[in-house]
């Protein structure tokens, strides 16, 4: 079973920049982290992916992100990190770690990490 270790999130102002972390571990099939990403959901709002990425670094982004987040992977430690630049107060939502067998990935989730844009 795959289980997912989140870290990063608080509080910023906006134009300010964070990064999110995200380890798999626990007993799992490595197919089962082919694709690692990050979704949020805001207050009121669907939960929507945000970014993900293979193991072999094809990454997608959600429209609103693109050019200012930027996820990566660790390959050997099976993180990824998402590198959160520019940020506004309309990406204040929960952010979960989810992986899968293919984008987007729906398998395991995280318990979610909290993150706040506001002056």
């Known amino acids: 079973q795959v289980q997912l270790e989140e870290s990063g999130g608080g509080l910023v102002q906006p134009a300010g920049s964070l990064q999110l972390s995200c380890t798999a571990y626990g007993s799992y099939f490595s197919t089962e982290i082919d694709v690692m990403g990050w979704y949020r959901e805001a207050p009121g709002k669907q939960r929507e992916l945000v970014a993900d990425?293979?193991?072999?670094?094809?990454?997608t982004y959600t429209d609103a992100v693109k050019g200012r987040f930027t996820i990566s992977r660790d390959g050997a430690r099976n993180t990824i990190h998402l590198q959160m630049n520019e940020l506004r107060p309309d990406d204040t939502a929960i952010y979960y770690c989810?992986?899968?067998?293919?984008?987007?990935?729906?398998?395991?989730w995280g318990q979610g990490t909290q993150v706040t844009v506001s002056s």
């Open positions: 990425i293979t193991r072999h670094g094809t990454t």
């Open positions: 989810s992986t899968g067998h293919s984008s987007p990935p729906n398998g395991a």
